[in-house]
Every structure is written in structure tokens, then in C-alpha cells.
């Protein structure tokens, strides 16, 4: 298979990682997967994938240690990642993790991971112990990013409070999980105070597509901020959305009559995506029926336009 497809949203498990998550006793409802870069070079070459763009994902880095543990953490799966890219040229770029809640070591690893490491971009989780993406304790992690113009690719993990028994977080939560945060950078105007902010919500935007009117006729803005529908509902199109886990003939439709179509990025979610989903997902992006520059623009070019590094790494991988 010869898409030529760039993964934007794909996941690693470096073994340093792998080995704090088994020491913090994490769970989240779902083990740990195996993992390898040789399979996930397997996965690339079955689903037709020339790159994809990795990242550890949740619950992120920090798990409840010191945030001195999770700065160290944060540089060593960092660095595997770069590794990992470098090993395998045009295979891979990554977002690059950062330690928060501590947002000071946060500021320190994105100069360190754009700068020495040539990271893509940071990977965000739309929660941090309860508190949301948007949330005023972030500005300054948020305002140095869009200083950089940089490419934040935003990740759920289970939203507070109790789970409900026998309903995994990742099933649906997840999807709420990002919408709050969409929704949280909007009414807070971080959407519209940083501009040169390029934000990927996960998962088709979980339900940020399918609700965008709702929320933007019943949610007033925060601390000052001023919004009006139209205003929330031009701050919403600004994100790009992925089609992990969403490419459907029920989901499709939503997201692409709702989502700016240069904004629109194929995603795997490997190997979180258990089984066949990652095989499955991408079979129903491939049968949906799209023009050839839609399926294009899906599966290559809008992630070249918002990472263009990646058209020089697929070029080394054939040179």
C-alpha cells in the first residue's frame, strides 16, 4: 500500500516509560500495550503510513511523583524519541512530553525539546489533575509555545471524578475529556489571545464537532473574555482534529462539514488502538467516499502544510 499517509497521532512505549508506569501502579482500565519500534515500523508498512509523528501518551509523565522525577522522565522519553527518529529517517518525528502540572519544568523541556531535540511539536493533556487545558496556571507554558508558533498535539486521559463501573474511560469519557478542554481554551480566549498556537484535538475532536453549536450558544466566556456564538464557533474551527478511532460513515460527516478541511489529519492511535481498530478505522477513511484531493489532503497533505520538516525527513528516507 503506497497512501503515503502521515500518523499524527501514534504512540510509543520506551521502556523507561513502560517501567514508571508499572512502578505508579497506573492502570487506567487498560494494561500497558507490547511495543516495539519493529512493530510499529510493521504497523506503518501495513496501514500504508510513510511517517508517523509519535508520542507517549497518557497519563503522561508526571504520576504523581516529584516534579525533579518527572523533569527526568520527561527529558530520557523525550530523548528515546529522538533517538527513534533519527535511527529510522523519514519513519518518525514525535511530540515531545512535558512535566506538568510544574510548569516551570515544562517551559525548561520545550526549549530543550524544540530546540536541541527538533521535536515536532508537544504533546498536551487535556487534564492535569482535574485542571483543564485553558486554565490561567498554564498561560505561561501556553504563551511560550505560540511565541514558537508550535504544533500542540492535544491528548485525553480520564476527566475527574469517579469512572462509572464497567465503562472504561478511553470508550467514551475520552471524548468528553477533549471536548472540555476545546471548549475551556475557547471560553478563556487562549484560542483568540494566541493565534500562532496550532492545537490537534484528538479523536475527531471527541464531541466538539458535533455539539460546536450547542456549546457555543450556551457557554459564556471566563475571566473577562468576551464570547458570542459566532466568535465560539471561529475559535472551535481553528483547531485541527484527527481521525483516530472516528473515521466512520456516522462520524465522517459531522467532522467534515464542520472542521476547516485543511485541518483535518489522519490519525492511527497505535497500538492503543487494540486489534484490528488502528486496520479497521483507517479501512472505513479509505472507503468513505472523498474526492482524491480530499483523501489526499486527509492522509498527507494537511500535515505537511502544518509540519513541512516531514516532507525533507520523507525525502532522506529515499535518498
Same mark, same amino acid.
Not at 151 to 168: D, E, L, M, R, S
Not at 241 to 268: I, W
Given at each position: 500500500?503506497t #497512501? !503515503? =499517509?502521515?500518523?499524527?497521532h501514534?504512540?510509543?512505549?520506551?521502556?523507561?516509560w513502560?517501567d514508571a508506569l508499572?512502578?505508579?501502579?497506573?492502570?487506567?482500565g487498560q494494561?500497558?500495550?507490547?511495543?516495539? @519500534?519493529?512493530?510499529a515500523?510493521?504497523?506503518?508498512?501495513?496501514?500504508?503510513?510513510d511517517?508517523a509523528v509519535?508520542?507517549?501518551g497518557?497519563?503522561?509523565?508526571?504520576?504523581?511523583? #516529584?516534579?525533579a522525577?518527572?523533569?527526568?522522565?520527561?527529558?530520557?522519553v523525550?530523548?528515546?524519541?529522538?533517538?527513534?527518529? =533519527?535511527e529510522h529517517p523519514?519513519?518518525f518525528?514525535?511530540f515531545?512530553?512535558? *512535566?506538568? @502540572?510544574?510548569?516551570d519544568?515544562?517551559?525548561?523541556?520545550?526549549g530543550?525539546a524544540?530546540?536541541?531535540?527538533h521535536?515536532d511539536g508537544?504533546?498536551l493533556?487535556?487534564?492535569?489533575? !482535574?485542571?483543564?487545558?485553558?486554565?490561567?496556571?498554564?498561560?505561561?507554558l501556553?504563551?511560550?509555545?505560540?511565541?514558537r !508558533?508550535?504544533?500542540?498535539?492535544?491528548?485525553?486521559?480520564a476527566p475527574? !471524578?469517579p469512572?462509572v463501573p464497567g465503562v472504561?474511560?478511553?470508550s467514551a469519557?475520552?471524548?468528553?475529556?477533549?471536548?472540555r478542554?476545546?471548549?475551556?481554551?475557547?471560553?478563556?480566549g487562549v484560542v483568540a =489571545?494566541? *493565534?500562532?498556537? =496550532?492545537?490537534?484535538?484528538?479523536?475527531?475532536?471527541?464531541?466538539?464537532?458535533?455539539?460546536a453549536?450547542?456549546?457555543?450558544?450556551?457557554t459564556e466566556?471566563a475571566?473577562?473574555?468576551?464570547v458570542?456564538r459566532?466568535?465560539?464557533?471561529r475559535?472551535?474551527r481553528?483547531?485541527y482534529?484527527?481521525?483516530?478511532?472516528s473515521?466512520n460513515?456516522h462520524?465522517?460527516?459531522?467532522?467534515?462539514s464542520?472542521?476547516?478541511?485543511?485541518?483535518?489529519?489522519?490519525?492511527?492511535?497505535?497500538p492503543?488502538a487494540?486489534?484490528d481498530?488502528?486496520?479497521?478505522?483507517?479501512?472505513?477513511?479509505?472507503?468513505?467516499?472523498?474526492?482524491?484531493?480530499?483523501?489526499?489532503?486527509?492522509?498527507?497533505d494537511?500535515?505537511?502544510?502544518?509540519?513541512?520538516r516531514?516532507?525533507?525527513?520523507?525525502?532522506a528516507?529515499?535518498?
Amino acid at each position: 500500500m503506497t #497512501t !503515503g =499517509r502521515i500518523d499524527t497521532h501514534h504512540h510509543i512505549v520506551p521502556p523507561v516509560w513502560a517501567d514508571a508506569l508499572r512502578a505508579s501502579e497506573y492502570f487506567g482500565g487498560q494494561a500497558t500495550p507490547a511495543w516495539s @519500534p519493529a512493530a510499529a515500523l510493521e504497523l506503518l508498512d501495513e496501514l500504508g503510513i510513510d511517517t508517523a509523528v509519535v508520542s507517549v501518551g497518557r497519563p503522561g509523565v508526571h504520576l504523581g511523583r #516529584t516534579d525533579a522525577a518527572a523533569r527526568a522522565l520527561a527529558r530520557q522519553v523525550n530523548e528515546f524519541a529522538a533517538d527513534m527518529a =533519527r535511527e529510522h529517517p523519514g519513519r518518525f518525528g514525535f511530540f515531545a512530553s512535558v *512535566p506538568l @502540572p510544574d510548569v516551570d519544568g515544562s517551559l525548561t523541556e520545550v526549549g530543550y525539546a524544540l530546540d536541541e531535540l527538533h521535536a515536532d511539536g508537544v504533546i498536551l493533556l487535556a487534564n492535569v489533575d !482535574g485542571t483543564y487545558l485553558g486554565d490561567p496556571v498554564f498561560d505561561p507554558l501556553m504563551a511560550e509555545l505560540d511565541r514558537r !508558533g508550535a504544533v500542540v498535539f492535544i491528548h485525553p486521559t480520564a476527566p475527574p !471524578g469517579p469512572a462509572v463501573p464497567g465503562v472504561p474511560p478511553f470508550s467514551a469519557d475520552f471524548l468528553l475529556d477533549t471536548t472540555r478542554a476545546a471548549l475551556n481554551l475557547v471560553r478563556h480566549g487562549v484560542v483568540a =489571545r494566541l *493565534p500562532r498556537l =496550532r492545537m490537534i484535538l484528538s479523536h475527531a475532536g471527541g464531541f466538539v464537532p458535533y455539539a460546536a453549536h450547542r456549546m457555543a450558544s450556551l457557554t459564556e466566556g471566563a475571566a473577562g473574555h468576551v464570547v458570542t456564538r459566532e466568535s465560539f464557533l471561529r475559535d472551535l474551527r481553528t483547531f485541527y482534529f484527527d481521525t483516530a478511532l472516528s473515521a466512520n460513515p456516522h462520524t465522517l460527516p459531522s467532522l467534515l462539514s464542520f472542521a476547516d478541511p485543511a485541518r483535518v489529519l489522519y490519525g492511527s492511535d497505535w497500538p492503543y488502538a487494540r486489534g484490528d481498530n488502528s486496520q479497521y478505522f483507517t479501512a472505513q477513511l479509505d472507503s468513505y467516499p472523498l474526492t482524491e484531493t480530499q483523501r489526499t489532503a486527509i492522509n498527507r497533505d494537511n500535515a505537511l502544510a502544518l509540519l513541512p520538516r516531514l516532507a525533507n525527513a520523507s525525502t532522506a528516507r529515499f535518498s
